[in-house]
């Protein structure tokens, strides 16, 4: 995709991946929108990035999602680019009782989300020129990991919508790109230095050169081996990776 001249709509735009994605195509000359919750954290994004405009969205909700796509299209009409980012990411327990509250709100954030928001903008991207969806994916969308089973589940789910939707609109003059990005050291679970985690600043360079490569998957390098089938030999793998985990433990507390 081109990295400069778009009108880009990011949504979970005011933290980790999301901010430092949005920060990124504004400095290289995008207009950028950011999505978000609350509004003291967009203000604040948007503050340190003058030109970057925010809108409170939550992804949970469908009737938002259709009014604000709405007010998108009605107040960036060049709007080309969706960027399908926001996602949460809760301990669970497949092995015991799971918290309804927490895998519904999962799924309808990490899955329903992106489905719904490319949903309500397709209309308006298959009437724009240069029109890209990215979906957020994640390293553990081919390699699920049993302490996150639910996220784990939604992000397999996002790349299956990717390889489905690419093929749909391959004659709408919409793109679509999947980017799967490893552990980075973000918030999402708890922002620790841990040496296993990628530094945020080294993944979004990776990514935006992995954008503007015209690639339709977006991953480093160091998970090659982890996208890459492992077909009969899956079961190993997953086990062997999750015990990993097991001896030694993802921080969870701050």
Known sequence: MQLSGNTIFITGGTSGIG???AEEFHRLGNQVIISGRRKALLDEVTRANPGMAGIEL???DPAQIKAVSAQLVK????LNVVFNNAGIMPFDNPAGEQDDESIV?????NFLGPVRVTSALL???KQQKNAVVIHNSSVLAFLPLATNAVYSATKAAVHSYALTQRFALRDAGVRVIEVAPPWVDTDLIHKSG?????PLKDFIAATMAGLGSGRDEVYVDAIQALRDNPGSGEHALINAFNQSIVDNP???GH
């Open 194 to 198: 841990d040496p296993r985690a990628m």
């Open 123 to 125: 209309p308006h991207l």
């Open 75 to 78: 107040d960036f009409p060049t």
């Open 105 to 109: 709100a999962t799924v309808a954030t």
């Open 58 to 60: 939550d992804i949970q």
């Open 19 to 21: 901010r430092g994605i």
């Open 250 to 252: 993802i921080p969870t």
